[in-house]
């Protein structure tokens, strides 16, 4: 048993103080993101959790440059970039798409001035890895309440938003009707989105975040029938992932290139894919089992129909 | 329960809707009938409280004790629902109940009753754990149904509720609405651009055509005076086999015809 833990675990993870930082921020995240994410699937919002995301590099790398946590710079970002994709084209899905790209684009050049400038200037050659795919062991311990309080602050609005936002997300004529504030919903549900992105951005990287803000939830809507289940279910998927993703990193410095670990980002988004791929598999084999399944029970009730037309005639 | 009277609503400088009055009661299942463009969802929305008319007023009365729910229970038109949602029928129906609120709600048997309870009043609780978009449009329509009743309503309003059956599933809904009237004691109001489906269950009838209406029993209103009075030409209703189609008539010039029938009109409302 003691062979079993040592071999997962390689020798000096629990003493590890940055790996007891990576577990707790990274667990946290995970967790917020899941079920911020499982409303980003159900809303078909992944282009905008992804924009939103890739525009926090820009604070990021900013904050890098005027030497702050990149945390601050992608939480101003991104919840000014919701801001902004509200006031402009909020009337045609068409113009708000494009104007979307355009702000983004933008950002992303704003993007690799600054970190053009972070490693040039401020000599920190390892900023554009760390911002755009992230470094969970790089989560210092004094950051860790602030990205607990972020990520509380997240989870809170979404649970405050429950219930009008499930039905404006189902059918936004459904929740207008009840007199849902459809609209002042969405740009909570935004800030809330902003809140998760830009943590999972300062953990697993601004382009690997809509990973985890997508995939666990994804892979939830294909396994459970609910959305308190998909909630848990994407969770649960997420927080494995993470932790899992930074055990095996931990690991890996044992790999080749030895004393060189691998990306713990790169671990947790193969992680979250892979899950993804495996629910698809129980799925294409139960459909085909409820096609059948349905044929058979409509069947009665089918040539019921076809008889009473062929009567009438 | 609904009264509407003198409404008049103009939007983007169009005349929709031009001094419509009507009536619809308690146990009685009424339709709405016009063809597309002809004021139905706007009137819908005007009795909702959505639309401000901009003369004229709807009304609907409650009855006297204390309520918390809403009194109009409403299913819009044509909601699409995506099979991939993590949503099952009583998820739905759970939202009917309080959806517009915040906050999160706990289950408790209250609720789950509720639930139980809208679900089997629409025959429902076959398909109540399956998830809403992968069911077929008339299934879909009975969850939408008990998501429209499960707050206890005095009114029921449904938007096209019949759009996009095939004809058993017409027939079901149908059916099924004109119980929930007669049951538990609701005014429901259905649109519907095609009136045969309704005609073997409904109680009064609301014909919109050139933003005006005309109200009473089918008898009173599906005549070829009254109807051609509210197209403004002459329009033929023909009975084929307890089915009723209205038709533009042959004269459409011909307004010595039409004078004739205003008349006609004219008299017979008074008498």
């Known amino acids: 048993m003691a062979d079993f833990v040592s071999l997962v675990f390689a020798p000096g993870f629990f003493e590890s103080g940055p790996v007891a930082s990576a577990v707790v921020a990274g667990g946290v995240v995970a967790a917020v993101s899941a079920v911020v994410g499982v409303f980003t699937v159900m809303r078909g919002q992944s282009f905008a959790g992804h924009a939103l995301s890739d525009m926090g590099t820009t604070g990021g790398s900013g904050a890098f440059l005027v030497g702050v946590s990149p945390l601050w710079g992608f939480v101003t970002v991104s919840v000014v970039a919701v801001a902004a994709m509200e006031l402009i084209g909020i009337r045609r899905p068409r113009g708000r798409d494009v104007a979307t790209g355009i702000v983004f684009g933008a950002a992303l050049g704003l993007a690799a001035l600054f970190l053009y400038w972070d490693t040039t200037v401020r000599n920190a050659s390892g900023a554009a890895m760390t911002i755009l795919f992230g470094s969970l062991f790089t989560v210092s311990s004094s950051t860790v309440p602030i990205v607990v309080v972020l990520a509380a602050a997240s989870l809170a609005l979404v649970l405050v938003l429950f219930r009008p936002l499930l039905l404006a997300s189902t059918s936004s004529d459904l929740a207008s009707a009840r007199g849902v504030p459809v609209r002042l919903v969405g740009i909570g549900y935004l800030l809330a989105m902003a809140l998760a992105v830009s943590l999972s951005a300062y953990t697993i990287g601004a382009i690997l975040s809509t990973a985890l803000l997508v995939g666990p939830a994804a892979t939830a809507a294909r396994l459970t029938k609910s959305p308190l289940s998909a909630m848990l279910c994407a969770t649960a998927l997420g927080v494995v992932a993470v932790l899992a993703g930074i055990v095996l990193a931990y690991d890996s410095y044992g790999w080749p290139p030895v004393g060189h670990g691998w990306p713990v980002s790169f671990f947790v988004v193969t992680l979250i894919f892979v899950f993804y791929v495996l629910a698809g598999i129980p799925r294409r084999w139960r459909s085909g089992h409820t096609g059948t399944d349905l044929s058979t029970t409509d069947a009665p009730r089918r040539a019921h129909l076809v008889h009473g037309l062929v009567g009438k005639r | ?271």
């Open chain 2, 1 to 271: 329960m609904l009264v509407v009277e003198n409404v008049d609503v103009r939007l983007g400088g169009r005349e929709v809707l031009r001094d419509v009055s009507f009536t619809v009661h308690e146990g009685e299942l009424t339709g709405l009938i016009g063809s597309n463009g002809a004021g139905k969802t706007t009137l819908f929305r005007v009795v909702l409280g959505l639309t401000r008319p901009d003369s004229g007023h709807a009304v609907v009365r409650g009855d006297d004790r204390p309520r918390t729910s809403p009194l109009v229970g409403y299913v819009p038109q044509k909601i699409e629902l995506d099979p991939d949602l993590p949503l099952r029928a009583r998820d739905l129906v759970a939202l009917g109940l309080d959806g517009h609120r915040f906050g999160f709600a706990l289950p408790s048997s209250a609720r789950r009753h509720a639930v139980e309870e809208a679900l089997d009043g629409v025959d429902a609780r076959r398909f109540a754990d399956a998830r809403v978009g992968t069911l077929s449009g008339g299934e879909q329509q009975r969850v939408m149904i008990a998501y429209a009743l499960v707050s206890h309503p005095r009114l029921l309003l449904l938007d096209e509720p019949l759009a996009n059956l095939d004809l058993r599933s017409e027939q079901e809904v149908v059916e099924l609405l004109a119980r929930v009237a007669r049951e538990q004691r609701i005014a429901v109001l259905i649109s519907a651009h095609e009136m045969n489906p309704l005609l073997p269950v409904m109680d009064r009838v609301v014909y919109l055509a050139g933003g005006r209406a005309a109200s009473g029993t089918t008898a009173e209103v599906v005549r070829p005076d009254v109807l051609s009075r509210l197209y403004g030409h002459h329009v033929d209703v023909l009975h084929v086999h307890g089915r009723v189609i209205v038709v533009a008539g042959p004269t459409l010039g011909s307004d010595e015809a039409l004078r004739a029938e205003q008349a006609d009109a004219a008299t017979s409302t008074k008498a």
